[in-house]
């Protein structure tokens, strides 16, 4: 069984930065694909962003582009999500994921049930 370990939310004022961690145990970290999305309430669970098993490619969702940066530490059993110029639409709860197929694309990546596992969610607030 894999687990997933979010942390890093909190509140922020609009332009500002946080960087959210997703600790990930039971599975060789290296054989997951990894992605994170976000809902915010009254709203469906968004796509924000993925990245393959060994992190050299990457997909982003259109509203995050150039503001937010996904990275892994294979060594250390962890994924990033860099957030930077925050706006206040970025409120939301902030799930990490984990992929077990073997191949990775960016448009499955983008799909909510290409994900096997997912963390318990972290709160992101953006203050205007």
């Known amino acids: 069984q894999v687990h997933l370990v979010e942390s890093g939310g909190g509140l922020v004022q609009a332009g500002g930065s946080l960087r959210l961690s997703c600790a990930v145990s039971?599975?060789?970290?290296?054989?997951?694909?990894m992605g994170w999305f976000r809902q915010a309430p009254g709203k469906e669970r968004e796509f924000v962003t993925g990245i393959s098993r060994g992190g050299g490619k990457t997909t982003y969702g259109d509203s995050v582009k150039g503001r937010f940066t996904i990275s892994r530490d294979n060594a250390k059993n962890t994924v990033y999500l860099q957030m930077n110029s925050l706006k206040p639409e970025d409120t939301a709860v902030y799930y990490c994921?984990?992929?077990?197929?073997?191949?990775?694309?960016?448009?499955?990546?983008?799909?909510?049930?290409?994900?096997?596992?997912w963390g318990q969610g972290t709160q992101v607030t953006v203050s205007s």
């Open positions: 039971g599975r060789t970290f290296s054989t997951l694909a």
């Open positions: 994921a984990a992929d077990t197929h073997p191949l990775w694309n960016p448009k499955s990546a983008t799909r909510i049930d290409e994900y096997d596992y």
